[in-house]
């Protein structure tokens, strides 16, 4: 444990150490400085110097951040601007080597500073909170979203059923109200003219989303996800939340014939290829991996000696780093409780079998696991999913699945099996899923026989499109991949790649961030796709 705690510690040393100073391969970057020469070179545009400013996230270091930002400051000339990168109490000489490197020069601090001066000022909200329903039940300060608070205090402890402790949940809001003071003093600035975030939820990047918002000033959360750009305008305080790149059903009914057909087959593709594991996210990696041999529907009931004539209804787990409240308020307090709820339902009700599947990706930062909350003595109709049986033996095996609005919703739905969402999600309005809205009606859908009588063919149609238009990308897109996020600094690789091999592609890329910071189209994603005429899988 002490080991491990401290090659951690030293590994985030190394990886934080100023470029400058340090030039190991191995934790420096093969290809950085050729990244970073050639993002220069890519980012710089030729005109006067304007005196008006552009800020820039640098709270959050990722050679793939570095990269979204070139593209957007070639696409509408940020660097006529005063560029200045705030930074962080996080990786602060990374993210200032990175941004020098590509002549931005001007930083300024966005810390917390001493929080004490702030006790008393928010000692009246603190004292109407005394549980977690409280704080969902009070407003905080400018109307700052329980959920971000909620998600950023369970987060940072590793913790999605953290108990209510007062001491603690004060050093937090403390914190947030720092961080209010700071981003007002610093967005008062009227010289500037747009904000750039890597993300928009935590109490930091939130903090000045919303502070731009009640200043004025444009925001663009420069996002990416499975391999393509997933830019987004901040306009109002809701936007924080993500959901400006999803497919709606209305988006839907607005394209074409041609486009749909194209869109179902180019998703039914993918799927097929990420239910093999054969797809470069990490999530899918994971969830589809077959390490234990493969397993059928009887294997199953053999193991769990299980009653066969009771269908088996899968409940997949969420991963606690990925922010439950990502997408905006949901049905329960957190995922685990909604868990719990179904656990006591199924107790009750006894008419199918559970087994539930913790989230593939749920480890990978050291929170702890689903398993080390659940119950000891399970009913004998409810059982764990082993670790190990592939996400695609388990999809095939069962007659339904039960999920609050995990991708793996969307790709039962495409191979025929029913899906009971719950809230919107990135995904619940869409139609590919029997959704329940709020808590009541989900009780109700588990209390019946939710999975019969489900239209499955109509259901495979639309989330079969929902995946074209999720996974995949415009055709001109082809072999043009910005890479994962996770794989931090062999991403400076990607990235010459990229340069050598997809060089026009990229210059259109920059093109199309032109045009749509012109529309009134709010998420990049979304107006890439409903402008190609043909798609691509990643």
Wanted: net charge positive.
């Amino acid at each position: 444990m002490i080991y491990s705690s401290f090659k951690k510690l030293l590994s985030e040393f190394i990886t934080d150490f100023s470029g400058a100073h340090f030039r190991f391969s191995k934790h420096y970057g093969i290809g950085r400085d050729e990244a970073h020469i050639y993002l220069k070179e890519l980012g710089l545009c030729p005109g006067t110097q304007s005196d008006s400013k552009v800020l820039v996230d640098g709270m959050w270091w990722n050679p793939n951040h570095i990269f979204r930002y070139t593209l957007l400051r070639a696409a509408i000339g940020l660097s006529e601007y005063r560029e200045t990168v705030i930074i962080g109490e996080k990786s602060p000489n990374r993210s200032k080597a990175s941004f020098k490197e590509i002549g931005i020069n001007e930083f300024i601090q966005f810390k917390t500073g001493d929080t004490n001066k702030y006790k008393e000022e928010i000692s009246k909200y603190l004292n109407k909170i005394k549980s977690w329903n409280d704080l969902f039940e009070n407003e905080f300060y400018e109307n700052f979203p329980a959920e971000i608070i909620y998600d950023a205090i369970t987060k940072e402890e590793s913790d999605i059923a953290l108990e209510f402790d007062k001491s603690r949940f004060s050093r937090y809001i403390s914190r947030l109200r720092a961080y209010q003071k700071r981003a007002r003093e610093i967005l008062s600035d009227k010289k500037i003219k747009l904000l750039v975030l890597s993300h928009s939820v935590n109490l930091n990047f939130c903090s000045l989303a919303l502070e731009a918002c009640r200043q004025k000033i444009p925001v663009i959360v420069i996002y990416g996800e499975y391999g393509t750009l997933r830019f987004w305008k901040i306009e109002k305080p809701t936007d924080v939340y993500m959901g400006s790149n999803f497919l709606s059903r209305d988006g839907i009914s607005r394209l074409t014939e041609s486009q749909l057909t194209d869109l179902e087959q180019k998703g039914s593709t993918y799927l097929n290829s990420r239910i093999g594991a054969k797809t470069v996210d990490i999530g899918a990696k994971r969830a589809f991996a077959r390490d234990k041999g493969k397993i059928n529907r009887d294997k199953i009931i053999d193991h769990f000696n299980w009653d066969s004539s009771k269908p088996i209804i899968a409940l997949y787990g969420m991963s606690w780093i990925d922010y439950p409240h990502l997408y905006g308020p949901i049905p329960y307090r957190n995922p685990l409780e909604w868990i719990f709820e179904t656990i006591e339902i199924a107790k009750k009700t006894k008419n199918y079998n559970l087994i539930i599947r913790p989230h593939p990706c749920e480890n990978l930062r050291g929170t702890r696991g689903l398993c080390s909350y659940l119950p000891m003595n399970l009913p004998e109709h409810i059982k764990i999913c082993e670790t190990g049986w592939s996400g695609a033996d388990i999809m095939h095996s069962v007659d339904g699945l039960l999920t609050l609005y995990g991708t793996a919703g969307v790709e039962y739905a495409a191979h025929k099996k029913p899906v009971l969402s719950l809230g919107k999600g990135w995904y619940g309005d869409v139609g590919f899923t029997l959704n329940a809205k709020n808590r009541l009606e989900y009780v109700e859908c588990l209390e019946r026989e939710w999975w019969k009588g489900v239209d499955f063919i109509r259901n495979q149609k639309i989330a079969k499109i929902f995946a074209g238009w999720h996974f995949c990308k415009p055709d001109w897109k082809e072999g043009y991949c910005t890479g994962d996020d996770f794989t931090q600094l062999d991403l400076y690789r990607k990235i010459i790649f990229n340069k050598e091999c997809n060089g026009s592609k990229i210059n259109k890329e920059i093109e199309c961030i032109r045009e749509w910071w012109k529309s009134s189209i709010k998420g990049y994603h979304n107006y890439t796709m409903e402008n190609a005429t043909k798609y691509a899988t990643n």
